[in-house]
């Protein structure tokens, strides 16, 4: 404690000798000449300050003079935090190390910045809003991660042992009867799952009701297990039969499951997505049409076995002498015979009342079924539909206005390529459309959240981010923009100026430096190297495109990178004047989010500390990108 509170007072000094020093300089300003002895004047004035930004001022050039004697390289993250306390209003003397003919320069607007925090510091500091959300860390996610995989796995569990007792427990019927140790398992697990099902719901007088019937469940389950070879077919089938009331969470069970979750960022494609979704849907009805039909089988089969029952008046040979296999399929047999509206008449007819009940009613549920099935594939199959006319619009737009204005048959073959990719590609919403569904604090806590577990990798930004929630949200809500590229849809081209940084967000980018990237690797990208960030990296430290060779001959030799999730291209254009190096293409499903500097510069205009940080970084950021050679220098080299 004693630490901190000296470290609290010598940084309240510092800021105080800071703002003595500025309002001397504003109030010498008229009679001040800049030039070289004003500084050299005003250089050896801040000889007194230990902070950055009079180093980053006295550094020389790159590329004119000998390499300055603070190296941009060794400089630690940690090291630089304390600096960032000095405001830029220090440095008034205008001189900026990168912006000479030679190498890059600070971007025009960040000097401005600059120039108005040397002229009136806007706020002391940084606003330090308590926000309701957090920022999510790598061992955060990894946790999440974990948890999520328990749950699916219990819910596939739990999802395994339902599907199960739904086909053994009819089966009493023909006297088939588990081993004591089946009825064991389900026990454990059952109480295993005990705080699951506490979990499962929000409301406290629906998980006390669920509790309460599980534990009676349990105990039906422990008698099972008890006196399992001792009850008769009819006690055990009351016991066992009273478990499927656990099909009441087949719901929740789904959801848990990650299959929707996992089905939606598998099927990006529109068209594909709904044929996905025709097949899973019909898969789910004939599952459950097998299902009933197993019940039903063994319906008939108890009914039969009354003393007035079809299996003693209609079946000749004699049932029970027969195995079990062939009982089953006899029942099954003369349950599907019985479906039909047609047998109805013969239905009526049947001697027992049990048996005209059971047919009268499996006729009407078949018919309920069929319904329902209907409706569901006409559904499914007129989206699809829907799909495709919209596919073929697109194609006879194309046509008509190829007859008008001709081109070449390449041309015209990539142009329907795109637009056959763009109309089967979902319509993602976007954070404008989250926002008009959600109210404001929600709609920011989403976008915290969701948009800063993709750009935690980057060091600059989640300093910032743990520093100043307000920024996180700002950064998330209104500085970043959302990108879902058509598949394989060319991003960029070497040549053309860069306005907006790229942060992967979803699959991948393809990124070449030089030439463009082929049409096979674009239908095999995992040939393509991956391209990662270094662990532990500190400040300057450059991770240069990776060069198989020194020298090429061949310009389109070196190698495709694939650009994964959380990794960014193109953030020199946040500090400086850029132009694409390179040629990218989006995967097969790509979303990223951008970054512009206008963006970056209006959600920091009010934040005097959060500039000062930034044009430290940019900085230093240029001092070490200008010590790159011309040739190496790439859109996904980064300065961490």
Not at 104 to 120: N, V
Not at 271 to 279: H, Q
Not at 282 to 300: D, K, P, R, S
């Amino acid at each position: 404690m004693a630490d901190q509170d000296v470290k609290l007072v010598m940084q309240q000094i510092e800021q105080l000798i800071q703002g003595l020093l500025s309002a001397h300089d504003r109030d010498n300003s008229s009679s001040v000449i800049f030039g070289p002895g004003a500084l050299c004047k005003t250089g050896s004035r801040k000889q007194s300050l230990n902070s950055l930004v009079s180093r980053s001022v006295e550094a020389p050039s790159p590329g004119n003079v000998a390499a300055p004697q603070t190296n941009p390289k060794r400089i630690q993250i940690e090291s630089s935090l304390p600096s960032r306390q000095v405001s830029p209003s220090d440095d008034d003397d205008g001189s900026d190390p990168v912006e000479e003919n030679s190498g890059f320069r600070l971007d025009l607007l960040w000097s401005k910045r600059h120039q108005e925090l040397t002229a009136y510091r806007r706020n002391k500091s940084a606003l330090q809003t308590q926000s309701t959300t957090l920022f999510y860390f790598e061992h955060e996610v990894r946790e999440s991660r974990w948890i999520s995989f328990a749950k699916q796995l219990w819910s596939f569990m739990a999802s395994a042992f339902l599907l199960f007792d739904c086909i053994s427990v009819p089966l009493l019927a023909f006297s088939v009867r588990e081993p004591w140790w089946c009825h064991a398992i389900r026990l454990v697990f059952w109480m295993l799952s005990l705080p699951r099902i506490w979990l499962m719901h929000g409301r406290y007088v629906t998980s006390i009701v669920n509790i309460l019937v599980e534990v009676v469940l349990l105990i039906m389950l422990l008698c099972t297990v008890v006196f399992g070879t001792s009850l008769s077919s009819d006690v055990l089938f009351i016991l066992r039969g009273s478990e499927l009331l656990r099909l009441r969470f087949l719901a929740k069970l789904d959801s848990f499951s990650g299959i929707p979750r996992r089905f939606i960022k598998w099927s990006r494609g529109e068209l594909w997505r709904l044929e996905a979704r025709a097949a899973g849907n019909i898969f789910y009805a004939m599952v459950a049409c097998l299902i009933g039909l197993h019940w039903l089988t063994c319906l008939w089969f108890v009914s039969g076995m009354a003393p007035n029952g079809w299996v003693f008046t209609e079946i000749e040979a004699d049932l029970l002498d027969q195995p079990v296999v062939d009982r089953y399929r006899i029942a099954l047999e003369w349950a599907v015979s019985r479906i039909p509206p047609s047998k109805t008449t013969d239905n009526v007819l049947l001697a027992s009342q049990a048996d005209r009940g059971i047919a009268l009613s499996a006729t009407a549920m078949a018919l309920l079924a069929a319904s329902i099935f209907t409706s569901i594939v006409t559904n499914d199959l007129s989206d699809i539909r829907r799909a495709q006319r919209q596919q073929g619009e697109a194609d006879s737009q194309l046509a008509d206005f190829l007859e008008t204005f001709p081109v070449s048959w390449t041309l015209e073959r990539q142009l329907k390529a795109y637009l056959r990719q763009t109309v089967q590609k979902v319509s993602l919403p976007s954070k404008r459309d989250m926002a008009a569904l959600l109210p404001d604090l929600l709609h920011g806590q989403l976008c915290s959240e969701a948009l800063g577990a993709i750009i935690y990798r980057h060091q600059m930004l989640t300093v910032l981010m743990t520093k100043y929630p307000s920024f996180q949200r700002d950064l998330c809500v209104k500085g970043l923009e959302d990108w879902t590229a058509a598949p394989n849809e060319a991003l960029f081209s070497p040549g053309l100026p860069c306005h907006s940084m790229l942060f992967v967000a979803f699959d991948f980018v393809l990124y070449r430096r030089r030439g463009a990237v082929t049409a096979a690797e674009r239908s095999n990208p995992l040939s393509a190297k991956t391209y990662t960030l270094p662990r532990g990296s500190s400040w300057g430290s450059i991770m240069q495109t990776p060069v198989p060779a020194p020298k090429k001959t061949v310009l389109d030799t070196e190698p495709s990178l694939r650009v994964k999730r959380c990794h960014w291209l193109c953030e020199p254009c946040l500090w400086t004047d850029w132009h694409y190096h390179g040629h990218a293409v989006a995967g097969s499903c790509a979303s990223l989010l951008c970054l512009s500097p206008a963006s970056l510069l209006s959600i920091t205009s009010g934040h005097a500390e959060i500039s000062a940080e930034l044009v430290i970084h940019a900085r230093l950021f240029l001092n070490a990108l200008n010590e790159i050679p011309e040739e190496d220098l790439s859109d996904v080299q980064h300065v961490l």
